[in-house]
């Protein structure tokens, strides 16, 4: 999966906003994962097709605003990247207020380093992503 600004990508919604209750994708169907222990501050979720070189598993995805079912697709273009000290970068879509960005980036630790940058280097980094990078991945979740 490549992007390039503005251009749509898809991902799938594991964990719903202001829920506890988490799912990860197995198998073409999307099932129970975990119980966590704070709510999502966002719809959380994953670029299926794509591989995170920094944890190996499925590249992260935010999308702001209203909750959104477990197991919905969502086609749209990236309108920022959460960047983590760590590298497990997030791809976030979506646009809201600053205190739906600001709770987002204060759910992380403070030694992650949370950050959110714009659209372009959201595309930036998903395009920075090598082909052997962009292997689909059954890793279990992050």
């Known amino acids: ?7 749509a ?8 906003r202001g829920e506890v209750d988490r799912f990860v994708p197995r198998g073409g ?3 129970p994962y975990r119980r966590e222990a704070r709510p999502a501050p966002g719809n959380y979720g994953c670029l299926r097709g794509t591989l995170n070189p920094a944890d190996g598993t499925e ?3 935010v999308w702001l605003g209203a909750p959104l079912p477990v197991g919905k697709r969502v086609p749209a273009a990236p309108s920022g990247l959460l960047w983590l000290a760590d590298g497990d970068h997030k791809v976030v879509f979506g646009t809201t207020g600053e205190r739906e960005v600001a709770a987002l ?4 630790p403070p030694e ?10 959201a595309a930036a980094w ?3 992503l090598t082909p052997a990078d962009q292997e689909l991945t059954t890793s279990p979740p992050r």
């Open 29 to 31: 169907e999307v099932v």
């Open 9 to 16: 990508v898809e991902g799938v919604v594991e964990w719903t």
């Open 126 to 128: 998903l395009a920075s």
């Open 105 to 108: 980036l204060a759910w992380f």
């Open 1 to 7: 999966m490549r992007a390039g600004s503005g251009q």
């Open 59 to 61: 590249v992260d995805a």
């Open 112 to 121: 992650r380093g949370a950050r959110l940058l714009g659209p372009a280097d």
